[in-house]
């Protein structure tokens, strides 16, 4: 540097030329001053991973909390709505993923075959040329449009994908399925193997070692990405990851009678007591709370303070001081006004020590 001022205080002809030099040598010298940072203060300041935000996320929420200690919003035959098809008669006002986004937890589908009638296509004049396949039905599949099925005809493989992506976009969920089952196990798997991504997010419990010991802990279920649950009413499907009932949970008599006026809490099944206890293992309790004729106005006189006064002085009871896991209403948005809902019912239970 200092040799290159020199030339150019000599020879003054070359002025530009040096001051050029100058320039550039300066740029160089600098540049070689400059310390790099260190990769160590790089490394400190780097991200958490997106598994341990995940897990710390899960964590955060449930705690120590067991699957068999939370409380879901479950809806009563969550296929019959006005959004998903037109039923004449429904069980709920929105669609599933609606349900979902609002809230619900926990679904009951009816699984029915049915067999592609050339006869409904054509005095249909085309509107029900639907191929044989697994569709959710409330009775038989032919029988009263609107009432028994519904036109666009829902399949079960289609209302399973609406499930799965839900949990794909909200990756701190779990969702149960429980199913009104009358197809043929291999007709339910077909189904099943047609949902995008289901199989990585279905939980088994024997895999889980749940008889030996006991239902996972909810953040556990979120980390492993194990957050859809299936049941059945049919016991030929284990294999597929889908539980019998009857082997996981208790369950009360379904109905509130057509009065409303059925408030006892008495088990579905008479060989499986609420209070059914067992080595190492706690069942699910499912809760159902509906008549056997839904409407809007029964609908918001049954779903606040008779609810909530029914777990606390009948259920709770019944099942010998235990609360529902999963509690089954119809058109769960309403209400009788007294300042409860299934919702905030649902999250007391949450809510309890």
Request: overall charge neutral.
């Amino acid at each position: 540097m200092v040799i290159v001022m020199d030339m150019c205080l000599r020879v003054r002809s070359r002025a530009l030329v040096c001051l050029l030099l100058l320039a550039l040598l300066g740029t160089v010298t600098t540049a070689a001053a400059s310390p790099r940072p260190a990769a160590t203060a790089t490394a400190e300041k780097a991200p958490p991973t997106t598994a341990s935000t995940a897990a710390a996320a899960a964590a955060a929420r449930w705690g120590d909390r067991r699957l068999d200690e939370v409380a879901f919003l479950t809806t009563h035959n969550a296929f019959t709505n006005y959004e998903d098809s037109r039923w004449s008669s429904v069980n709920q006002s929105e669609s599933v993923r609606a349900q979902l986004d609002n809230g619900v937890r926990g679904l009951s589908l009816d699984t029915h075959w049915y067999e592609r009638s050339t006869w409904l296509c054509i005095i249909s004049f085309g509107s029900d040329c639907y191929p044989s396949d697994v569709y959710l039905c409330h009775g038989d599949c032919k029988t009263f449009a609107g009432a028994t099925y519904a036109l666009p005809r829902q399949t079960f493989h289609g209302t399973m994908q609406t499930v799965v992506d839900f949990l794909a976009a909200h990756p701190q969920e779990v969702v149960t399925v429980f199913l009104e089952d009358y197809v043929g196990a291999d007709q339910l798997q077909a189904s099943l193997g047609r949902v995008r991504g289901l199989q990585d997010m279905v939980f088994r419990p024997d895999q889980w070692g749940v008889r030996q010991h006991g239902w996972p802990k909810m953040a556990d279920l979120v980390t492993s990405g194990k957050r859809l649950l299936i049941f059945s009413d049919r016991s030929d499907r284990e294999h597929l990851g889908v539980m019998y009932d009857k082997s996981w949970t208790v369950s009360n008599f379904w109905s509130l009678g057509d009065l409303g006026n059925d408030l006892s809490c008495v088990s579905r099944w008479s060989d499986v007591p609420l209070d059914r206890q067992e080595p190492g293992f706690r069942r699910l309790f499912t809760m159902s709370h509906h008549r056997n004729v839904p409407t809007v106005l029964t609908a918001a006189l049954d779903n606040g303070a008779k609810l909530r006064s029914r777990i606390a002085e009948q259920c709770r009871a019944a099942t010998g001081g235990r609360d529902p896991n999963y509690v089954s209403v119809d058109f769960h948005r309403l209400s009788d006004g007294s300042g409860h809902t299934p919702a905030s019912i649902v999250a007391e239970l949450g809510a309890r020590p």
